[in-house]
């Protein structure tokens, strides 16, 4: 099978995971993009190509991209548009790890009639989560009620928020404060951030979740009309809410997100001894009957390639490989806008990047699996 050449926009701590996932299967040359030749230098992934230059130059960009067969970013959110926008003009298949609703709605217009391929949201959530959620909606006749519950969370908490940056600040910062959809009554909606609270305790550890923005991706699309409930909520330890509350509705940091961000950035540490938790519950109607199913997957930091990676960079990563994989192996649409949850669950998991999800530990041949998709 033809080798991938594939440009990744963003040198930071998911776009090393990436670039090593990659390099280290053998079938994909990769060169990253960053504006910043400080945080190329400090990638160090053996094999790897670097080029520094200005990502928000879409001219540039586009130019950069015409001798590559994919385009990934794992840079900024409000960087979207503008890397979705030179992948559509120079002919590149496009992938991102974007939870903002209005970068992919720019994504999905740019899709339209599109000789490419645009799948955004790849990651853990939107990603992961919206193929398991929608492997689980399909076990009824009659769908009520589905809850996706998503957490990246420190395995030791010693502070007061219970919680350590694993990820992009800018991207929790979205989430904490942007409207939530949903679906209630069967009509689509938005909801308040940060309500909705949900307490409850999984193999004997207490957690609560609420209401954030972006996690659903596309869900609400495929299952308008189709579910009488769907809400998703982020999964954090007792009292993290309360704080968040605090700082964000009765300080009013939601309208200072720069001084939020720098207060963050200065206070809370970051970690790679992380744990991811996807929780989903659904229920509804199966031949008559009224039932309930749940799906639980639980993923820890792990070493691989001599280095220790994070939870969030391995499950982040896995979902951005595994679409790309499974795109390079015709087993996913090959142009036009390709939604997550189209992904039947079992293919995602036996794929050599979604595998991690199963709990592998090293990087495994993908398993020969007949393609299910055609262009």
């Known amino acids: 099978m033809k080798e991938w050449t ?63 067969d994919a385009v990934l970013s794992a840079a900024p959110f409000f960087l979207t548009p503008v890397i979705a926008r030179a992948a559509k003009n120079s002919g590149t298949h496009y992938f991102d790890l974007t939870e903002d609703v209005a970068c992919t709605e720019q994504v999905e217009a740019l899709a339209q009639e599109s000789a490419t391929a645009f799948a955004p949201q790849c990651g853990l959530a939107p990603g992961f989560v919206s193929i398991a959620g929608h492997d689980l909606a399909k076990r009824f006749d009659k769908l009520e009620k589905l809850t996706l519950r998503v957490g990246a969370l420190p395995r030791f908490p010693t502070n007061r928020l219970k919680y350590n940056l ?38 004997g550890v207490e957690y609560e979740a609420f209401n954030t923005s972006g996690g659903l991706g596309s869900l609400t699309q495929s299952l308008d009309g189709k579910v009488d409930e769907l809400r998703y909520l982020s999964i954090r330890y007792p009292g993290h809410k309360e704080i968040m509350g605090l700082l964000l509705k009765d300080l009013g940091l939601h309208k200072r997100r720069d001084l939020l961000k720098e207060v963050m950035e200065a206070s809370v540490p970051s970690t790679k001894q992380d744990i991811v938790l996807v929780f989903i519950t659904a229920s509804g109607y199966v031949n008559g009957r009224l039932e309930e199913a749940s799906y639980l997957n639980k993923t820890e930091s792990l070493e691989l390639f001599g ?28 142009k036009g806008f390709v939604r997550q949850e189209d992904i ?32």
């Not at 600040?169 to 959809?181: A, M, Q, R, S, V």
């Not at 280095?307 to 090959?334: F, H, N, Y």
């Not at 995602?348 to 055609?374: D, E, H, Q, W």
């Open 6 to 68: 594939v440009a990744l926009v963003g040198a930071g701590k998911i776009g090393r995971m990436i670039s090593t996932l990659l390099i280290e299967s053998g079938d994909y040359r990769v060169t990253v993009f960053d504006q910043s030749q400080k945080a190329l230098d400090a990638l160090n992934v053996e094999g790897l190509t670097t080029k520094q230059l200005d990502v928000a130059d879409e001219e540039l960009l586009t130019k950069a991209l015409g001798d590559y």
């Open 344 to 375: 039947p669950l079992d293919l995602f998991l036996s794929n050599r990047f979604g595998a991690f999800y199963s709990g592998a530990k090293s990087l495994v041949s993908t398993p020969a699996t007949p393609s299910l998709a055609a262009e």
């Open 307 to 334: 280095r220790m990676w994070s939870a969030i960079q391995i499950t982040t990563a896995a979902g951005i490989c595994a679409t790309l994989d499974l795109m390079r192996e015709g087993k996913v649409p090959s």
């Open 166 to 203: 694993t990820w992009s600040t800018d991207g929790l910062i979205n989430e904490y404060c942007n409207p939530c959809l949903a679906i209630e009554d069967g009509k689509l909606t938005k909801v308040a951030p940060l309500e909705g609270l949900e307490v409850f305790s999984l193999e």
